[in-house]
């Protein structure tokens, strides 16, 4: 049976490219090495690039804790993270009619804090720091 997708996410422009099974999204964020965090700061909308990694079921954003972004969201401000994949962009003869090809999953994070973890570094240096050490409490 066919679960209905939510109209928060749901794809409404050329509705037959939304994918929403588990796997087409684990995909993206994994083949993602960042994306794009969008929250509230104050009245103020921000959008600002970070790296990403996910481990199972939990998605880590990888940050100083000291950063707006960090502390925004650990302060109880709804983020999203979206991650896009360029596949490939479609020249047309009008500059009316360019296009991308693309992949991209928008993550609503929960608005119980972030994960300081130290799980984003060896996804991103493959290893090449020691795992054990966990993530410092402020800026280096």
């Known amino acids: 049976m066919k679960r209905k997708v939510p109209d928060r996410i749901r794809v409404r422009r050329g509705p037959k ?15 993602g090495l960042f994306g794009h965090l969008a929250f509230a700061d104050g009245a103020q ?3 600002i690039p ?14 100083s804790t000291a950063s707006r972004a960090v502390r925004a969201h650990s302060g109880g401000a709804a983020a ?10 479609v020249l047309a003869r009008s500059a009316l009619e360019h296009s991308a090809n693309y992949d991209s ?7 119980s804090g972030a ?12 290893g090449d720091t020691d795992p054990s050490a966990g993530p410092t409490s402020g800026p280096a």
């Open 17 to 31: 490219k939304g994918r929403y099974d588990r796997g087409a999204i684990e995909a993206v964020l994994d083949r």
């Open 50 to 63: 970070m790296l990403h990694a996910r481990v199972g079921d939990t998605l880590y954003i990888h940050g």
């Open 115 to 126: 994960k300081a973890s130290g799980q984003a570094t060896p996804y991103m240096a493959a």
């Open 45 to 47: 909308p921000i959008c």
């Open 105 to 111: 999953v928008p993550v609503c994070l929960s608005r």
């Open 80 to 89: 999203c993270l979206t991650v896009t994949m360029l596949e490939g962009l």
